[in-house]
Structure formats: structure tokens, C-alpha cells
């Protein structure tokens, strides 16, 4: 028997893995239209707003945006569960765009 290490892949409705609690929801980028608008007051969607960044963790790999968000301990993650690790300055400046 083989004894891989398995890395929990996320998706929608997954538990948090940071706070354990609450269901992750999908962040969604672009500029959104109405029905986005009414998913996103309806807490199931988070608007990821229309700056898209690239990231390179530790491992060398570019990745894409965090794709999903807590909306409980507010962290956002990747789909692989790597913890999206912006500092909150950042993410500041960008809403300030
Ligand atoms: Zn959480």
C-alpha cells in the first residue's frame, strides 16, 4: 500500500481550513453584472473586483488568484488549500483603486 500524502483540494462549500467553520465561496472576478451583484449580497459568491494579480509562493509556482473566500475568518484560498497570504496592506491599496 502506497501512503500518499494527499493535498485537500477546495471548492465550493468546503470548510474553512484556517477557522474550520464556515463554507468557503467562490470569489469571482470581472465586473459584475446584476445577477453577481445579488449572489454576492445573498453571501454566497465573493466579488474578487477587476485587478487580477499573479503571485509566486514559496514553491516557485505562479498562481493565479485566490479563488476561494472565507467569508467567516475573511482569508481567501486557492483551490490546491494554499492560503492566500497578501498582507492586508496591499489588499487595502488595491481597494482604494
Ligand atoms: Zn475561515
Keep these: 500500500m502506497k ?7 477546495l471548492r465550493k462549500g ?5 477557522c474550520n467553520a464556515a463554507k468557503l ?11 453577481l451583484m445579488e ?5 454566497e459568491i465573493e466579488l474578487g473586483g477587476c ?3 499573479q503571485i509566486i509562493d514559496h514553491n ?9 473566500h472565507c467569508p467567516t475568518c ?3 484560498f486557492y483551490r490546491n488549500g ?13 481597494e482604494e483603486l
Design 60 to 68: 516557485g509556482i505562479r498562481t493565479n488568484d485566490p479563488e476561494l
Design 14 to 18: 468546503s470548510s474553512c481550513p484556517t
Design 51 to 53: 485587478v487580477v494579480t
Design 74 to 76: 475573511s482569508s481567501n
Design 82 to 94: 494554499v492560503r492566500d497570504t497578501v498582507p492586508q496592506e496591499i489588499s487595502e491599496q488595491l
Design 25 to 35: 465561496i467562490p470569489i469571482v472576478y470581472g465586473l459584475p453584472g446584476r445577477e
Design 39 to 43: 449572489q454576492s449580497e445573498r453571501g
Design 3 to 9: 501512503s500518499t500524502v494527499r493535498r485537500k483540494t
